[in-house]
């Protein structure tokens, strides 16, 4: 088909004519926070960082929200620094208190 072909299927398409997301794709919960962050702090051998899965839900088929200022609020930090030490441990301690989420949840 030429460009000209695409452009007329495209221009006659409607919005329930396209499937943004495949509805039977996930069905489990998912980690959605550690502890009391409210989001997934992530570290690695050298640094942490945030991981927002409020961000991420529009793939999982949810409406995308906006998250609050403190699961947006950054962890990043290199273990370098000599004032991480305790939060490090702090984050630590949090991924023993994993939080899941599923649909019923997440709505």
Request: proline share 7%; charged share 30%.
């Amino acid at each position: 088909m030429d460009r000209e072909g695409w452009t007329r299927v495209f221009e006659q398409l409607k919005e329930d004519d396209i499937l943004w997301k495949l509805p039977w794709w996930w069905d489990e919960e998912i980690i959605f926070c550690y502890g009391t962050y409210p989001n997934i702090p992530l570290m690695s051998p050298r640094r942490c960082i945030n991981n927002n899965p409020i961000i991420a839900l529009k793939q999982l088929a949810f409406v995308q929200t906006i998250p609050s200022e403190d699961a947006i609020k950054p962890i990043y930090f290199l273990h370098t620094e000599t004032n991480k030490v305790d939060e490090s441990r702090k984050i630590t301690q949090a991924w023993k208190e994993v939080i899941y989420k599923g649909k019923v949840q997440l709505k």
